[in-house]
């Protein structure tokens, strides 16, 4: 039987990050991935905040294929058929460790599992991992088939968003339709030129944008917008239990948002070449799984570690930290004994120093808050209907501004008191 | 005592195949009326799958050792790879630039060569034929080289108290064969499914070390009984079918009066009968 110090399930970001981690500390690794190549199952918004991966590989930037650096931040608040928008541009967005940038995960997913291999672990793709091979009460390896396994001192779960194992080796219950949202994704082609023209942008600049409002038809959710080098990736998250609610496609929910004339603006004569659809870990760090076991960690998307406060979707940045705080405990507990549950319980210190622990829990609430379904419908629109009469000048007498705001809030049927509360629980969690 | 019943090593089961295009993917060059093979995804000739399948099925139930055989390019490992990581034991590639343009004599030829120097065989699987040449000829010359008996088209092969008995498609039927080893087997496309690779065996091709690359010289093969000058195959013309172009009809409309058209018009162009 084949067998390994330890088995990484998934080349994502957070398995590639661990099995570098570890084959770098000197460990037999096996990474394993499902996919015919790393990547080609990933599926993501588009953008990377690049923090944790300059701590894993410091020369990122030489060879990352990186599509476009984001120097460009809007967040866009739809109603029927108009946009109030809230840009802020600066170079400095796209430098150092505060740099993120928009990817394909097919090349970025491919090109960080190169690394890892680099480094020595080996890599297998085109096998899913049906199950973990347990015996006593620990985990012993993984098994693909009966005949099948193989063996490994400890398995670093890096399954993704549907966690099965994780769920298999009883560290998370099953997934309840309120802790999860849908994610979709299409990819329209455009070339540089136009994007670059569009959005008034240089050679490797690109621009991020986040919707509300009307992008996910009032449902709690929101929309994103990257610029890739060729191509806008644009999508949007929303809640499943809305769209079971509501008992709405999220196709239906894409296609409107998409035939918005604030984002056609955007993508105007592109061309749709690719559609995708992935589950979304919502309640960040109130879904947590049990991080660890007897010869098992878990990381990235599995473990639920990703933020959604509003105005920054993280998820790979996250993904990074955790990949490598587990080679990292997985060090710690052979130092220690061994990798029982015990000595893998420093996993958490070292998602601590790692900072993936510390921004789960600060922005714990921001889930709790983003569920408040005024933010969605009510607030754009009244943001929206002041705008619309701020710039309307057509004769009939101007308001001021204060009187606006204030007409506008009393139409939009919320009691001052209830506006107040979301404000301040608005301004707390995020 | 036959091989099958010794304990002295295990029985060897060798396996030849070839890598062709995928059979989705074929495409003639327009000017060379040869097979396009450069930039097309390639497969296991599926006949020969078939018959890793069989040698599969005889490992798992004799303990057999599956040796992959094949001749070609390089880039043919890639479809040895596969072949361990579905559950052979190692793999052997004939590879040198002398046999380029080998047709199916020298072919045959040269791989009777290697596998004797392999050697210790007791059953030879091939695929009874590949599907992007459907010849069929390699298998037998096979055999005639090495003078073994011969079981061709088979959907089945069982290994019983030392001698191999094999169920062979027959155009009225099937019969049943037995024949003593060593001997050779033709295995029909299609009889089984074959299985998919291995977590385990995928991780044997990583480590490294299961294909060996042998050349004409490695082997002793004799360099004036192979090639393309040694070929007497001559490809004299090959056509490729062109479909008749499309009338391109659109019958639009209510459905009930948009279907009754349609018939009508493939009644009258003699397509369907009224």
Same mark, same amino acid.
């Given at each position: 039987m084949e067998r390994f110090d330890a088995i990484v399930v998934g080349a994502g970001p957070a398995g590639s990050a661990a099995a570098l981690t570890l084959a770098r500390k000197g460990f037999s690794t096996l990474l394993v991935e499902r996919g015919r190549s790393p990547g080609v199952k990933g599926m993501f918004g588009g953008r990377i905040y690049s923090w944790a991966l300059h701590d894993l590989l410091p020369d990122w930037a030489k060879d990352c294929p990186v599509e476009r650096y984001v120097v460009h931040e809007n967040m866009a608040f739809l109603a029927e058929d108009t946009a109030l928008t809230i840009s802020f541009d600066s *170079? &400095?967005?796209?430098?150092?460790?505060?740099a993120s940038f928009t990817a394909l995960r097919a090349k970025f997913d491919s090109w960080l599992a190169k690394k890892a291999q680099e480094a020595g672990a080996v890599l297998v793709t085109g096998i899913r991992v049906d199950g973990l091979w347990q015996e006593d009460g620990r985990i012993r390896g993984v098994l693909v088939a009966p005949n099948d396994r193989v063996a490994a001192d400890v398995v670093v779960i890096a399954e993704g968003a549907t966690s099965v194992l994780t769920r298999s080796a009883g560290l998370k219950a099953d997934l309840e339709p309120r802790e999860v949202s849908v994610g979709v994704k299409e990819t329209i082609e455009l070339p540089a030129e136009a994007i670059q023209e569009r959005f008034g942008l240089g050679d490797k600049e690109g621009a991020a944008f986040v919707f509300a409002g009307q992008a996910s038809l009032g449902l709690r959710g929101g929309g994103f917008l990257y610029t890739n080098q060729s191509t806008i990736s644009l999508g949007l998250v929303v809640s499943s239990e809305d769209l079971a609610r509501e008992k709405v496609e999220i196709q239906e929910v894409q296609t409107r948002f998409r035939m918005h004339p604030a984002v056609q603006r955007w993508?105007?004569?592109? &061309?749709?070449?690719e559609y995708s659809a992935h589950l979304v870990p919502e309640l960040?760090?109130?879904?947590? *799984?049990?991080?660890?076991g007897d010869g098992v960690l878990v990381a990235g998307d599995a473990a639920g570690f990703l933020i959604n406060n509003g105005y920054t979707f993280r998820g790979v940045d996250l993904a990074i930290a955790s990949g490598i705080a587990a080679g990292e405990a997985v060090e710690a507990a052979r130092a220690a004994g061994g990798p029982r549950a015990a000595n893998l319980q420093v996993y958490e210190k070292f998602l601590r120093s790692r900072n993936v622990l510390p921004d789960l829990e600060r922005f714990r609430r921001a889930p709790l808050y983003m569920k408040n379904e005024r933010l969605f419908d009510v607030y754009p629109r009244m943001l929206l209907e002041i705008a619309e009469r701020l710039y309307?000048?057509?004769?009939s007498g101007k308001e001021r501004l204060a009187d606006i705001v204030l007409r506008e809030a009393g139409a939009a049927e919320v009691p001052k008191w209830k506006l107040l509360l979301d404000l301040l629980q608005g301004a707390r969690s995020m | 005592m036959s091989p099958a019943d010794s304990n002295a090593r295990p029985l060897r089961i060798l396996v030849c195949i070839k890598q062709v295009p995928k059979a989705q993917e074929l495409q003639v060059d327009p000017v060379t009326q040869t097979l396009k093979r450069v930039g097309v995804p390639s497969e296991i000739n599926p006949p020969d799958a078939n018959a890793l399948e069989i040698a599969l099925t005889l490992k798992d139930r004799h303990a057999a050792e599956v040796v992959v055989l094949s001749m070609g390019p390089t880039s043919f490992d890639e479809s040895l790879e596969r072949a361990v990581a579905m559950g052979a034991d190692r793999a052997v590639l004939l590879t040198d630039r002398i046999l380029g343009g080998s047709d199916t004599v020298p072919t045959a030829y040269a791989l009777s060569e290697t596998i004797q120097k392999i050697g210790g065989y007791d059953l030879i699987l091939t695929g /009874? /034929? $590949? $599907?992007?040449?459907? $010849?069929?000829?390699v298998g037998p010359g096979i055999a005639g080289h090495l003078d073994l008996p011969q079981i061709t088209y088979v959907s089945e092969v069982r290994i019983v108290d030392g001698t191999v008995r094999a169920r062979r498609t027959a155009e009225d039927g099937t019969e049943w064969w037995q024949t003593a080893m060593p001997s050779l087997c033709t295995v029909n496309f299609g009889c089984n499914k074959p299985r998919s690779p291995t977590l385990t065996g995928k991780i044997r091709v990583k480590r490294g070390g299961v294909i060996a690359h042998w050349s004409c010289a490695d082997v002793g093969i004799d360099p004036k009984k192979v090639g393309l000058l040694n070929s007497p195959t001559i490809v004299a013309k090959v056509d490729t079918i062109r479909l008749p172009p499309r009338a391109g009809h659109i019958f639009s409309g209510e459905p009930k009066e948009t279907v009754r058209a349609l018939l009508e018009a493939l009644i009258r162009d003699r397509v369907i009968a009224p």
């Open positions: *170079p &400095k967005l796209g430098e150092g460790r505060s993508i105007r004569g592109g &061309k749709v070449t960040g760090a109130g879904m947590m *799984p049990r991080l660890w309307t000048v057509d004769g | /009874e /034929e $590949t $599907t992007d040449a459907s $010849t069929g000829h």
